[in-house]
């Protein structure tokens, strides 16, 4: 789900059906005002794992993921005042399970995730002006189910996630846009996959629960200064394939 410019939400894709995995090409906005859901224009491609961002100019961008065919490459992008989406430049890599940001500058940064052979350390950035994704500095580790956030200053933080054999990986790195290279920062505490992380006001990051064999309650905070992991309060619940958001009070 992302946050249109005007405050509705827009929900895509994932599976369906009780029968068993039924990959969804449909789309639906969510109004505050009124409390209510409404469908709008259908994906081009039915797709679950992908990721969605929103763009500098209020539309967005979702790419990757997997259908019924495989790990996709393919990437489409809606257009709020058409409701319909309109096919755009292909990953250079398909993937899945992976993560993708908005840059400073306004382009998108993909790594990662599963390639449909293994765990890709591979990195792209997409230009929404060209429309074409470029190939930049490789991860230091191939890693996915993992998280990623930009920092205040415009670099990027990857950690966590597994391997192809579900090892389960505490390891950090920074992306620099300028540079375009991954170097190495302060690992994590705790080694996990499938949980959550979040930039703060503070230009802190915060990382939560998800799972190194069983769900986590444990949390830690990045000092992006110090480059160091540190403990915080920890979930009532242990949880793994959650969801985090920030609130208004920051």
């Keep these: ?63 990757g993921g997997t259908s019924n065919t495989g790990v996709l490459s393919s990437a489409e992008i809606y257009s709020p005042a058409m409701r319909k989406w309109v096919a755009t430049g292909l990953l250079r890599t398909p993937r899945k399970y992976f993560q993708m940001v908005v840059l400073h500058d306004g382009s998108i940064l993909a790594a990662g995730g599963l390639d449909g052979v293994g765990a890709t350390n591979s990195s792209e950035v997409f230009d929404p002006n060209a429309g074409n994704w470029t190939a930049t500095g490789s991860l230091m580790t191939g890693r996915l189910r993992f998280q990623m956030v930009v920092l205040t200053e415009g670099t990027v933080l990857a950690t966590g996630g597994t391997d192809d054999e579900f090892g389960f990986s505490a390891l950090a790195e920074v992306y620099n846009p300028t540079r375009q290279t991954w170097t190495a ?52 619940t242990a949880r793994a394939e959650f969801q985090m958001v920030g609130t208004a009070n920051g």
Excluded at 15 to 39: C, I, K, M, N
Excluded at 211 to 221: R, Y
């Design 185 to 236: 920062t302060g690992a994590l505490a705790n080694a996990r996959a499938n949980f959550q992380m979040l930039s703060l006001r503070s230009g802190f990051v915060l990382a939560a629960g998800g799972t190194n064999g069983s769900s986590l309650t444990s949390a830690e905070m990045y000092s992006p200064t110090t480059g160091v992991w540190a403990a915080t309060g920890m979930l009532t």
């Design 1 to 63: 789900m992302v946050v249109l410019l005007d405050g509705t939400i827009l929900a895509a894709g994932g599976y369906g059906s009780p029968q068993g995995y039924t990959f969804l090409d449909s789309v639906e906005v969510y109004s505050p005002a009124t409390g209510t859901w409404a469908a709008t224009g259908s994906l081009g491609t039915a797709r679950a794992h992908f990721q969605m961002v929103l763009l500098p100019d209020g539309s967005v961008l979702a790419a």
